[in-house]
């Protein structure tokens, strides 16, 4: 794998694209000021290829999602860039001011005291082979703002990153979001390795035949037909939740709604067949025929990847169902003859985070094994793994009833640091303030579907109804905000290891293909796989590092080479 290709320090280059091809180029100084003239090039996909082989610098451009695809198909890699629109989000975020308008557009109106116009309607997602006319993507309307606006934005967003708590954090999390954004093109363009022949054979055996009309296969038919039965009638749309209540009212069951879980808890003959049903129909309409032709050519599926698309920083995808692949469709992806899929999954990734963040010294040297809930068990919960699961998972999701009290008393008391710092999060967030993960992604505002801060009620009588819309809205928020400073920072951990897996493929054969929260694909010769896994482990050692230097917790990475997606451990 690629040791790292010599770089020019603080090379910078400005780009903005222009709708013929064309665009203009700005060097930079580490402050973000100019030190050459700007370059006005007719062809900009000749310009960056020069300049990426002459210096490899950081690209400074208003988002990868509006450049980088159309270099990348003219055969153009860049090593990094500095994505403004996505920086821009964070830092709004960190003023509390989640959700504002973050283009470039908005970002220099802000800047110069103009009105500051919305950020444009997100694009539908196009299928392979789709909206891939021009080579970058602009938007309709009146030109958007040039190279200097781009300049001047971007010294004022190295500005406020210095005036964060933690500046050195902060701009690790600016660079692997940014690098994330050139991976999710990247991965968007490779896609992930897909067999439609075993897809079919798949979605036949668990379906039957397609329906030669466009109806419901000859197993969901079936199924829908004998729901019926069990129920009495003649006919029932069996994927109707409003029918299927009122199948159940009829014989006597009510029910709030029909979930998986709440139909687990009946006795009645349909229950089974309703739960199967429900499983295939889903199957049928998320992966069935219909979006395998659309999203799957050529032997490759091709998504559009999020960078930051959640709230909490984890990636989303938008259209194509990414990450949401049911486990047997897994057996589909399948890698090309000669190559192998190596896939890595970081287990215990979130409770491994709190003791890193905690400082817990306790929980810490626990984080040191290689089985964090086994250790737990062992120093504190007399050897009951399943009991020290509960009381962690309890702590850091709220779960306070149950068979999580006495545990979480253990775990109170044995680990008394870790324990605070969730419920500190959970404080403030009642309370309507703001938390932060570990490298300054700030949470949203509550108002943004987790309880208003302005309804939190305010009793110093200590009289209020702890069963009000108010206090359930302020115990809501709490639950988000305590894992929010968790699950946040464990998705910069997979990001800053996916940042420096991109690096230590480089120059390599090998593919990043999938992403998905803490587990990642690499799609490589198989003479090269043992080497990718390498990679892969060195990665990890290097994300944990970087985010929280010399901690004695581990994060380790379950490795599998496979020729299948399914068959990995």
């Known amino acids: 794998m690629s040791e790292g290709r010599g770089r020019i320090a603080f090379v910078l280059v400005a780009v903005v694209a222009d709708e013929r091809g064309g665009g203009a180029l700005r060097p930079l100084d580490a402050a973000g000021r100019p030190v050459g003239p700007t370059e006005v090039v007719a062809d ?71 009105a500051v116009p919305p950020d444009p309607p997100s694009r539908a997602a196009a299928p392979p082979g789709h909206g891939q006319g021009a080579l970058f993507d602009t938007l309709p309307g009146p030109p958007g703002p040039g190279i200097d606006a781009l300049t001047q934005v971007y010294a004022d967003q190295l500005a406020r990153i210095a005036e964060t708590e933690h500046p050195g954090r902060f701009r690790l999390l600016v660079a692997a979001e940014s690098a994330g954004t050139l991976i999710a093109v990247e991965m968007g363009a490779t896609g992930l390795p897909w067999r439609a022949d075993v897809h079919d054979e798949i979605l036949t055996e668990l379906l039957g035949e397609a329906s030669p009309v466009g109806g419901p296969p000859r197993r969901l038919a079936d199924l829908a037909a004998q729901i019926a039965d069990a129920f009495g009638v003649r006919r029932l749309h069996a994927d109707s939740p409003a029918e299927l209540l009122k199948a159940f009212a009829r014989v006597g069951v009510e029910l709030p709604n029909t979930r998986a879980w709440v139909l687990r808890g009946v006795d009645h003959p349909a229950v089974p067949l309703v739960l199967e049903y429900k499983e295939l129909y889903r199957i049928w309409t998320a992966h069935g025929w219909s979006w395998r032709e659309q999203w799957v050519q050529g032997g490759r599926f091709q998504p559009e990847y999020v960078p930051g698309g959640v709230v909490s920083g984890r990636w989303a995808t938008r259209g194509g169902g990414a990450l949401q692949i049911p486990k047997v469709i897994r057996r589909a992806v399948m890698a090309d003859p000669g190559w192998r899929l190596v896939v890595a999954d970081a287990g215990q990734l979130e409770p491994r985070v709190l003791a890193a963040v905690s400082d817990d ?65 959970a404080r403030t967030g009642e309370a309507g303030g703001l938390v932060r993960s570990w490298l300054g992604r700030t949470c949203p505002p509550g108002s943004v579907g987790f309880g208003d801060p302005d309804e939190v009620p305010s009793d110093p009588d200590g009289a209020a109804d702890p069963h009000s819309p108010r206090a359930r809205a302020a115990r809501s928020r709490g639950r988000f905000t305590r894992n929010f400073v968790i699950q946040a920072t464990a998705a910069e ?77």
């Open 361 to 425: 010294a306790r929980l810490a040297a626990a984080g040191g094994a290689g089985d964090l809930y086994a250790a737990l068990a062992r120093d504190s919960f007399g050897g009951d793994r399943a009991r020290a699961k509960v009381a962690l998972l309890g702590a850091m999701y709220g779960q306070t009833g149950g068979a999580a009290v006495p545990a979480l008393a253990v775990l109170k008391r044995s680990y008394p640091t870790a324990f605070n710092y969730v419920e500190a999060a």
């Open 493 to 569: 951990w997979a990001s800053t290891l996916l940042a420096t897996l991109r690096t230590e493929l480089s120059g390599s054969d090998a593919e990043l293909v999938f992403f998905q929260h803490d587990e990642v694909i690499v799609h490589a010769p198989a003479e090269q796989a043992d080497a990718v896994a390498d990679a892969v482990t060195r990665s990890g050692e290097r994300a944990s590092a970087l985010l929280f230097g010399a901690t004695p917790v581990r994060f380790p990475l379950d490795l599998s080479i496979v020729d299948c997606y399914a068959d990995a451990v």
């Open 44 to 114: 900009l996909v000749a310009a960056v290829a020069a300049r990426e082989a002459a210096e490899h610098p950081r690209w400074v451009w208003s988002t990868a999602t509006s450049v980088y695809p159309g270099l990348l198909r003219a055969g153009v890699r860049v090593d990094r860039c500095h994505d403004v629109e996505l920086t821009e989000a964070l830092l709004l975020g960190h003023a509390g001011r989640w959700g504002e308008p973050r283009s470039l557009a908005a970002a220099w109106a802000r800047l110069t005291g103009a």
